[in-house]
């Protein structure tokens, strides 16, 4: 079982930055492609940002898309998500999600791809 843990999430008002960490001690962080989900108050959890194995390809969902950056140190075993110009309907609980891959050129888009999740990590923006 794979150990993930999220930090960095708070409240912020909207224009501001926050900055998200995942971290997974120990194991092969280097052979799981990762990804971003979050739900918000009411909605089903949705698709914010994935990346590769090797950071070659990335995905972004449109909502979010040049306004959050996905990055991963495979040195520190850590997956960043930084996350700009936040609006009041980012507020949610965002969570990271791992999954082994066996190709270094691949992401994955959908929560059932994943096999592994992190406890959340909560970000309001508010006024």
């Known amino acids: 079982?794979?150990?993930l843990v999220e930090s960095g999430g708070g409240l912020v008002q909207p224009g501001?930055?926050?900055r998200l960490s995942c971290v997974a001690?120990?194991?092969?962080?280097?052979?799981?492609?990762?990804?971003?989900?979050?739900?918000g108050p009411g909605?089903?959890?949705?698709f914010v940002a994935s990346i590769s194995r090797?950071?070659?390809?990335?995905?972004?969902a449109d909502s979010v898309k040049g306004r959050f950056t996905i990055s991963r140190d495979n040195a520190k075993n850590t997956?960043?998500?930084q996350l700009d110009s936040l609006k009041p309907e980012d507020t949610a609980v965002y969570y990271c999600a791992a999954r082994t891959a066996y190709s270094t050129r691949v992401y994955?888009?959908?929560s059932s791809d994943y096999k592994h999740w992190?406890?959340?990590t909560q970000v309001t923006v508010s006024s």
């Open 1 to 3: 079982q794979v150990q």
């Open 16 to 18: 501001d930055s926050l």
């Open 25 to 39: 001690p120990g194991g092969t962080f280097s052979m799981y492609a990762m990804g971003w989900f979050r739900q």
């Open 43 to 46: 909605k089903e959890r949705e």
């Open 54 to 60: 090797a950071s070659s390809m990335i995905n972004y």
């Open 79 to 81: 997956l960043n998500l």
């Open 108 to 110: 994955y888009s959908l």
């Open 118 to 120: 992190g406890q959340g």
